[in-house]
Every structure is written in C-alpha cells, then in structure tokens.
Nanobody
Framework: QVQLVESGGGLVQPGGSLRLSCTAS????????IGWFRQAPGKGREAVGC????????RYVDSVKDRFSISRDNAKNTVYLQLNSLKTEDTGLYYC???????????????????WGQGTQVTVSS
C-alpha cells in the first residue's frame, strides 16, 4: 500500500520548535519531490515549502522563510520539516505530499502532488 505518514506534531509555546516527519511506505522517495502544506482552522490549505528529488533543493513561502527548513533522508525514506520560532498563526494540520520527479524542481502549490498523507496537528499556544 502506497502511503505517506506524517508524525511529530504537538502542542508548543510561541517561539518553540518542532520537527515533523513524513515517512513513505510502499514506495521509495528517491525520485519524488515532496511538498509540505498546512490548513488552519476555518481556512484553506496553503503550501509551506517543498524539496526536490535531485540535489534536495528547497523552496519556501515567504511567511515561513528563515524559520522553517525541509530536509530529506532517502536512506530512511523520510522527509523532515523543521519548524523554529513558531507563532500562533502557524497552528494547523500539516500535510506532506509527493509527486514523481527526477529534477531539481518542486512546487509550492498543491496541483502537481498526487499522493497525500493524513496530516499531523501542530498547535502553537501559550
């Protein structure tokens, strides 16, 4: 069964950090670009960032640049999203998604992504 599973979410105070994981099963991530997305309560899903399959090039949306970082460990079939300097507005359900790619590119929009995880909740509150 092909699936992506997110983990690592939780409750954290403003200014804190979390590391989310996105682990693939049923396929290897080597030739897949991975995107991270989030959905806040009452709002639509928005992109956070992405990482390419070749050379692990990353892209981020402006609201998280310099605070969030994405990395991948193909040996563990896992992609990570490091969240630092968290703000209350970062609260939401965080998803990872994949699409087959053998390039330096990735997308900070949902359209190209074909396989989605179920999400992990991040709550930033004092």
């Amino acid at each position: 069964q092909v699936q992506l599973v997110e983990s690592g979410g939780g409750l954290v105070q403003p200014g804190g950090s979390l590391r989310l994981s996105c682990t693939a099963s049923g396929f290897t991530l080597d030739y897949y670009a991975i995107g991270w997305f989030r959905q806040a309560p009452g709002k639509g899903r928005e992109a956070v960032g992405c990482i390419s399959s070749v050379e692990s090039r990353t892209r981020y949306v402006d609201s998280v640049k310099d605070r969030f970082s994405i990395s991948r460990d193909n040996a563990k079939n896992t992609v990570y999203l490091q969240l630092n300097s968290l703000k209350t507005e970062d609260t939401g359900l965080y998803y990872c998604a994949s699409f087959s790619s053998r390039s330096w590119g990735c997308y900070v929009e949902s359209g190209p992504y074909t396989n989605w995880g179920q999400g992990t909740q991040v709550t930033v509150s004092s």
